[in-house]
């Protein structure tokens, strides 16, 4: 694992929380809609995730429904996305997604199942 990329906060309306956001970390997030995840996403360079429901079926909406809004997951940045995935399962960890699915910024990404009350993420960013 090479370091956190970002941290993803459930929003019921990103709209919404957009305006405490933006005025609070003082910077302007990139807009994005990712329906593999039934999501839409405001992300700010500082690396906080906004992650709002695009319908009722989305996992997001599930979360917020049975926890409210508030940290959802923490994502960390690694070279070889499946790589670390057969690490992982032969190594006993649960994974939500055996396979890589496209996340925000077109980049593969894939959930474990979560680790002590937290759901981690893994993205694929490959150094240049
Ligand atoms: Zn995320």
Request: hydrophobic share 40%; with cysteine.
């Amino acid at each position: 694992m090479k370091h956190v990329d970002h941290v993803g906060i459930a929003v019921a309306d990103l709209d919404e929380a957009r305006k405490l956001w933006d005025v609070l970390l003082g910077q302007t997030p990139v807009l994005e809609d990712v329906p593999t995840q039934k999501v839409k996403t405001a992300t700010y360079p500082c690396g906080i995730e906004l992650v709002a429901p695009m319908s009722p079926e989305s996992p997001i909406a599930r979360f917020l429904g049975k926890r409210g809004p508030g940290i959802h997951h923490v994502t960390l940045a690694v070279d070889d996305i499946k790589a670390h995935l057969a690490r992982l399962k032969g190594q006993g960890v649960k994974l939500v997604n055996e396979t890589p699915v496209k996340g925000a910024g077109g980049c593969p990404v894939a959930f474990l199942h979560p680790v002590g009350g937290v759901l981690v993420e893994l993205k694929e960013k490959r150094s240049k």
